[in-house]
């Protein structure tokens, strides 16, 4: 199975150690000459909007594992691009979506971090709390996004029940015209 930023590459980034992270700003890059490039800050951007924790760790893998960092902005492409392009559609579903998104990656992130195994006793207690308080978070904005999916799928039917109560005998009209023609 294969996640948008795996969790091998965080695991590693933990187990290496992540002190004095930082996020690369936009005066640190380059101009985009490539598609590659545009993609690129634009997952950055995003991330770091949207899950600064990951921009983080997305800045540390880029300095140290270059391979790794590749593989991961084209993972995080895939999950972004539909966030940065629904937006207009249903604004409400763009929100649950990006929520769902931010709920997942801090679940990820919080698991690496459990998995890397440095963390002190006391702490590894705190991170998992944290770490089932998270999965909770997720679980809860999965059932809230299905909710809001499943009230749009029925008052659609309904729209769709109300059109062809309103126009059946036009409806039949127009489908006896056709028969017998």
């Known amino acids: 199975m294969q996640r948008f930023l795996t969790m ?10 992540h002190d004095g992270w930082s996020v690369a700003g936009a005066d640190d890059q380059p101009a985009a000459a ?7 800050q634009r997952v950055v951007a995003f991330v770091a909007a949207h899950q600064p924790e990951l921009a983080k ?30 937006k207009a559609k249903d604004p409400r579903l763009h929100e649950l979506e990006l929520l769902a998104w931010q709920a997942r990656t801090r679940v990820d992130l919080l698991g690496a971090r459990l998995v890397s195994g440095k963390e002190k006793d006391k702490n590894r207690e705190q ?4 770490l ?18 499943k009230q749009r799928s029925a008052a ?7 059109r062809l109560s309103e126009k059946r005998d036009a409806l039949i009209d127009a489908r006896l015209k056709a028969l017998l023609e």
């Open 8 to 17: 091998a590459a965080v695991w590693l980034l933990f187990a290496v150690g």
């Open 57 to 86: 760790v997305l800045a540390h893998l880029e300095k140290r594992k270059p391979a790794e960092y590749a593989r991961a902005i084209e993972e995080l492409d895939r999950s972004v691009q539909p966030l940065t392009s629904g």
């Open 132 to 149: 089932r308080e998270a999965i909770a978070a997720e679980l809860d904005i999965r059932a809230e996004k299905l909710a809001y999916r």
């Open 127 to 130: 991170l998992e709390r944290q």
């Open 34 to 40: 490539t598609a590659e490039d545009d993609r690129e």
């Open 156 to 162: 659609w039917y309904d729209r769709q029940i109300n």
